[in-house]
């Protein structure tokens, strides 16, 4: 639930911290690992269930949502399996997530019902009753309390809704069918929720929405740590949207030495990659758009990319070739220090899916979450406020920073495109949530975006507003403008490290 | 009426907790102004760590006016607040 914490955020973070503590303290290499059996019992104590029916069953999710933000896959629900099976080989620092990322734990979904129109007891039963007369189906009749919906025949018009002068009929859904912009949300033969693994983008929208936390995605933490224990090299590359994310006092100079305190070599900003991909797409719409391209869609949100590609291959060529900014980064990173592990750090699940891609996995090799890394440095006991002020490895332009707010890619974009063709217009169109996106390529095929650049996003407010940030997102939203604005860059073309 | 000091904690555990979320949704509190008087005049300091999270108290932990509020959630704090306002008005 975006913008309340509820005891589902809480469940999440707890996981995240009770799996990076036993990383950074136990022993990895041996058998210690029944420390996860006792985890359940931490985050759930006492005989009382706290938020279901039962405490077994509580713990019992507890377990499967350990096993994931381990980076192992669920256990079957009817056959026996160890917690702990797998468990030992995911400790060598190598990658291992899989697919599937994004994953409904079978026994924790409450089957909310599908899209249903129902009458609440607002109604008065009164004498026009208009919900029975706009019905055009004849699904609406006056039963002996109240007006009834005859689910069988009832096509989800909507139109009895807008009739009742009570405000007594009231649509739901299921809420992680609602909040999935892809509709990869169906239902398995028990009629519990199931992704449709072809369909999902990984904008993990669904993981924040579930009122039952009954959906989770996998992490790497376990590995990223394991790797620092194990000695090896691991620098840290940020999205632009980390400022203002782990608390107040924490200054972006004080969570670059937090996170280098956690045994990372490096810090560096993706906000340069995001300098990089404007000049790319600055140049690409240029030379095609509108001659050999009609518009240009934007690349930088993999979840929007992947899903333009999926659900209107005919304009496909039109989203701009150029990977992520996380790709551009990593690439430098490995550029100039070859043999370094780099993790990406962001607020972002579509990249942890984007990074196993054969062509992005040699140069990402993991992915985590702001939610993620504030459990490390919680079980690390790094205290953000008492660090002393550290510098970013390289720096962006404010145009590479503004990114992380929806508009802001547009906006760099139209800068550079300018820079190089002063007096060019450049109109453009944006959406930041996935339904929207459908329909600005919808318009864009039926020719309304000639010329055009489109700029999409997955989360409500771009980047600020993904799955795995911590911060409210109007707070978050000022805090990335303020860091932008003290950037010595206007934009990428300012940037001498290009 | 005197102002209410709320001091939410933004320590590394804390704002794992969620008490941005509580700073926040102290910030709201004047948008129900028209109920409550006195709302206006709460001043909501971040305050960094006091190691009760490392003595076992659970965040996220919120001071009303000095009183310590361990496990504090949005619900628990803006009552306190409100009872304060409430308090010093008689
Ligand atoms: S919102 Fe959660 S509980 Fe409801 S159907 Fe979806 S996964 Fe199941
Ligand atoms: S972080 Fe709040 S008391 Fe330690």
């Known amino acids: 639930?975006?913008?309340?914490?509820?005891?589902?955020?809480?469940?999440?973070?707890?996981?995240?911290?009770?799996?990076?503590?036993?990383?950074?303290?136990?022993?990895?290499?041996?058998?210690?690992?029944?420390?996860?059996?006792?985890?359940?019992?931490?985050?759930?104590?006492?005989?009382?269930?706290?938020?279901?029916?039962?405490?077994?069953?509580?713990?019992?999710?507890?377990?499967?949502?350990?096993?994931?933000?381990?980076?192992?896959?669920?256990?079957?629900?009817?056959?026996?399996?160890?917690?702990?099976?797998?468990?030992?080989?995911?400790?060598?620092?190598?990658?291992?997530?899989?697919?599937?990322?994004?994953?409904?734990?079978?026994?924790?979904?409450?089957?909310?019902p599908t899209d249903r129109i129902q009458v609440s007891d607002n109604c008065r039963k009164c004498l026009a009753h208009p919900c029975t007369a706009v019905c055009p189906v004849k699904a609406v009749s006056i039963g002996k309390n109240a007006a009834v919906i005859d689910q069988d025949k009832c096509i989800k018009c909507g139109r009895c809704i807008t009739a009742c002068p009570y405000h007594a009929i009231l649509r739901f859904g299921r809420p992680c069918a609602e909040a999935c912009g892809a509709d990869a949300i169906d239902s398995d033969e028990l009629g519990r929720a199931v992704i449709n693994q072809e369909k999902c983008v990984a904008c993990g929208l669904c993981i924040v929405t579930c009122p039952f936390a009954a959906i989770s995605d996998k992490s790497e933490i376990f590995q990223v740590i394991t790797a620092i224990r194990r000695g090896k090299r691991v620098a840290a590359i940020i999205a632009p949207s980390f400022v203002g994310q782990f608390g107040p006092l924490a200054t972006p100079g004080k969570i670059v030495s937090g996170i280098r305190k956690l045994g990372?070599?490096?810090?560096?900003?993706?906000?340069?990659?995001?300098?990089?991909?404007?000049?790319?797409?600055?140049?690409?719409?240029?030379?095609?758009?509108?001659?050999?391209?009609?518009?240009?869609?934007?690349?930088?949100?993999?979840?929007?990319?992947?899903?333009?590609?999926?659900?209107?291959?005919?304009?496909?060529?039109?989203?701009?070739?150029?990977?992520?900014?996380?790709?551009?980064?990593?690439?430098?990173?490995?550029?100039?220090?070859?043999?370094?592990?780099?993790?990406?750090?962001?607020?972002?699940?579509?990249?942890?899916?984007?990074?196993?891609?054969?062509?992005?996995?040699?140069?990402?090799?993991?992915?985590?979450?702001?939610?993620e890394l504030m459990g490390m440095f919680s079980a690390k006991e790094i205290e953000l406020s008492d660090m002393e002020e550290d510098t970013l490895g390289t720096l962006a332009s404010r145009d590479g920073r503004g990114y992380a707010v929806a508009g802001g890619v547009a906006e760099a974009l139209v800068n550079s495109i300018k820079r190089r063709q002063p007096g060019r217009e450049v109109p453009f169109m944006k959406a930041d949530n996935l339904r929207d996106c459908h329909k600005m390529l919808r318009l864009a095929k039926a020719g309304k975006a000639d010329g055009y650049l489109l700029e999409g996003m997955a989360c409500p407010g771009g980047c600020v507003g993904g799955p795995g940030t911590l911060s409210l997102i109007p707070r978050a939203g000022s805090a990335v403008k303020a860091f932008a604005a003290s950037s010595p860059y206007l934009s990428a073309d300012d940037n001498p490290m290009l | 009426m005197g102002k209410i000091v709320v001091e939410v904690c933004a320590g590394t555990h804390c704002t794992l907790m969620g008490s941005m979320?509580?700073?926040?949704?102290?910030?709201?509190?004047?948008?129900?102004?028209?109920?409550?008087?006195?709302?206006?005049?709460?001043?909501?300091?971040?305050?960094?760590?006091?190691?009760?999270?490392?003595?076992?108290?659970?965040?996220?932990?919120v001071y009303v006016e000095g009183e310590i509020i361990p496990q504090a959630d949005q619900e628990t704090v803006l009552a306190a607040i409100i009872n304060k306002i409430r308090a010093q008005k008689v």
Request: hydrophobic share 40%; proline share 7%; net charge negative.
């Open chain 1, 1 to 112: 639930m975006r913008g309340i914490f509820t005891p589902i955020t809480k469940i999440r973070r707890q996981v995240f911290s009770e799996v990076a503590k036993f990383a950074f303290e136990h022993d990895i290499e041996g058998d210690d690992f029944g420390y996860f059996y006792e985890s359940a019992y931490r985050i759930i104590p006492g005989e009382e269930p706290l938020y279901r029916d039962s405490v077994f069953k509580e713990r019992a999710i507890i377990r499967e949502r350990i096993r994931m933000a381990m980076g192992l896959p669920m256990r079957p629900t009817g056959t026996h399996q160890p917690l702990t099976e797998g468990m030992q080989d995911t400790a060598d620092g190598k990658k291992r997530l899989d697919l599937p990322l994004v994953n409904v734990i079978p026994f924790a979904c409450e089957k909310c």
């Open chain 2, 21 to 61: 979320d509580i700073i926040d949704a102290i910030a709201s509190l004047p948008e129900i102004g028209h109920i409550e008087d006195g709302l206006n005049d709460i001043e909501v300091i971040p305050v960094p760590c006091r190691n009760h999270c490392k003595e076992n108290m659970v965040g996220p932990i």
């Open chain 1, 264 to 371: 990372l070599s490096h810090v560096i900003e993706v906000g340069w990659g995001a300098d990089y991909g404007s000049m790319q797409e600055a140049d690409e719409f240029i030379v095609h758009v509108p001659h050999d391209k009609k518009f240009l869609g934007t690349s930088c949100c993999p979840s929007w990319a992947m899903f333009a590609r999926n659900v209107q291959p005919e304009t496909s060529d039109c989203i701009a070739l150029s990977h992520t900014p996380m790709v551009a980064a990593a690439k430098k990173v490995k550029e100039l220090s070859p043999g370094t592990l780099v993790v990406f750090i962001g607020p972002c699940v579509a990249k942890k899916l984007e990074a196993l891609e054969d062509e992005v996995r040699p140069y990402v090799d993991f992915v985590i979450t702001y939610e």
